[in-house]
């Protein structure tokens, strides 16, 4: 089972990684469409990670 403390660091290291898209992103417009395509690889991570932690509580 997943504990709080790893979420913790997932979760930042997706800020982290987001604020750099977001620099990228104000240099270089065509990165918009990877920022976009991160936003929903990182989504579809964060509901693995929730839907495991669902199915082990059940």
Known sequence: MYENSGLKIHDQRIRYVSQD??????????????FIIFCIHSI???LQVV????????
């Open 51 to 58: 839907s495991t932690i669902l199915y082990e509580m059940l």
């Open 21 to 34: 898209y977001v620099i990228l992103f104000r240099k270089n417009s065509s990165v918009g469409l990877h």
């Open 44 to 46: 579809f991570i964060e």
